[in-house]
Structure formats: C-alpha cells, structure tokens
Antibody, heavy 116, light 107 residues
Framework: QIQLVQSGPELKKPGESVKISCKASGYTFTDYAMHWVKQAPGKGLKWMGW????????TYADDFKGRFVFSLEASASTANLQISNLKNEDTATYFC?????????WGQGVMVTVSS | DIQMTQSPSSMSASLGDTVTINCLAS??????LSWYQQKPGKSPKLMIY???NLEDGVPSRFSGSRSGSDYSLTINSLGYDDEGIYHCHQYYEYPNTFGAGTKLELK
C-alpha cells in the first residue's frame, strides 16, 4: 500500500537548521511530484512548494524562498525539506504530500518546535 | 495569488443533519478544487477532487458541487466520525492555496 512516512519531531533553537525526511513506498517515486505544506499551531494549511521527483527541480512559494531547500534521495524514494536559520515562526507541523491531481497521500507530519 | 474564501469558519450540527461548507475562489480555477478532512493530530485526508469527484473509500454521504467560482462540500446524514476541520484547496495554478478551514462539531 502507498505510504509516506516522515521523520520524527524536532526541537531546535533559533538559528539552527533542521532536515525533515519523507520516505515513499508502494508506488514508483519518480512518477509523482512531492509537495510540502506547513501548518502552524491552530492555523490552516499553507503550500510551501514542490519538487519534481524525476528531475529534482524544486519550486518554492514566495514565502519559502531563501531558507528552505527541497531535495531528493531518489534511490531511497525519499524527499527532504531542510530549513536553515530557524526562527520562532517556523514552529509548525510540516507535511509532505503526493500530487496526483489533488494531494492524494500525505505523510503523518513532522512537528518542528523552535524555542530558545 | 488566488484567494480561497471559506465559510463558515466553524459550525455545530446534530447527528443526521445535512451540512454545507463553501469556498469562493477569487478567480477562475475550473474544477481544480479539492476538499480535505483533518482530525486533531492527523494529516489531511482527501475527500473530493476535481470539485465533484469522490475519492475512493469516502462515503457517498459526501458530495462536492460547483456554481461558477463557488464550490461546496455537502455532508448528508452527519455522523460523529465527520467531526474535524475541512479544508478546500485550489490546484489550478501555483502557488496552490487553501481556504482557512471549517471546524465542524457535532452537538
């Protein structure tokens, strides 16, 4: 069965970096784009961008340009999100989601807490 | 960016009721509209895609409709398992955008 399994929760200090992984299984990884979505505590969903899993080309929403990097380990069917120079406002749950038209499969989410 | 204005922000209904949640797109998105259900501490679950298509495994009590730039999610015969937050999502163009969400509670 199709699954997206993300890495575990993270507690970081401001200025640090974090790398979140999203391991896909049950389908051909390179056949579907992978998208990233942020959900701050008690807030709605915000689209961060996506990565072409065939070419590796990332596309970022305007609010996520600069400190955010999408990458792949295609041989491991894994997409990664790295956030550098963490800020308090990065505290959120980060989801990966497979796009098949709409987002048909989601990871379980990774809670990233940024606190001094 | 396309704005998705979702209403209501919250609602309370009784077992067996029929409820409707709406999303208004700020510009044409065709049928590139999906609806998700999210329960506390869980990831969103796709319910409706292409504005009117029921995702596999989703009960037929759920339906989606479109009238111009107005999109609706209707839930018939409301059950306790339908509690949660519902999000609309346009995937017509980048950046994709979501509505602010509707919290549905049962009385």
């Amino acid at each position: 069965q199709i699954q997206l399994v993300q890495s575990g929760p993270e507690l970081k200090k401001p200025g640090e970096s974090v790398k979140i992984s999203c391991k896909a299984s049950g389908y051909t990884f390179t056949d579907y784009a992978m998208h990233w979505v942020k959900q701050a505590p008690g807030k709605g969903l915000k689209w961060m961008g996506w990565i072409n899993t065939y070419t590796g080309k990332p596309t970022y929403a305007d609010d996520f340009k600069g400190r955010f990097v999408f990458s792949l380990e295609a041989s491991a069917s894994t997409a990664n999100l790295q956030i550098s120079n963490l800020k308090n406002e990065d505290t959120a749950t980060y989801f990966c989601a497979r796009r098949s038209g709409a987002f048909d499969y989601w990871g379980q989410g990774v809670m990233v807490t940024v606190s001094s | 960016d396309i704005q998705m204005t979702q209403s209501p922000s919250s609602m309370s209904a009784s077992l067996g009721d029929t409820v409707t949640i709406n999303c208004l797109a700020s510009q044409d998105i065709g049928n590139y509209l999906s609806w998700y259900q999210q329960k506390p501490g869980k990831s969103p679950k796709l319910m409706i895609y292409g504005a009117t298509n029921l995702e596999d495994g989703v009960p037929s009590r759920f339906s989606g409709s479109r009238s111009g730039s107005d999109y609706s999610l209707t839930i018939n015969s409301l059950g306790y398992d339908d509690e949660g937050i519902y999000h609309c999502h346009q995937y017509y163009e980048y950046p994709n955008t979501f509505g602010a969400g509707t919290k549905l509670e049962l009385k």
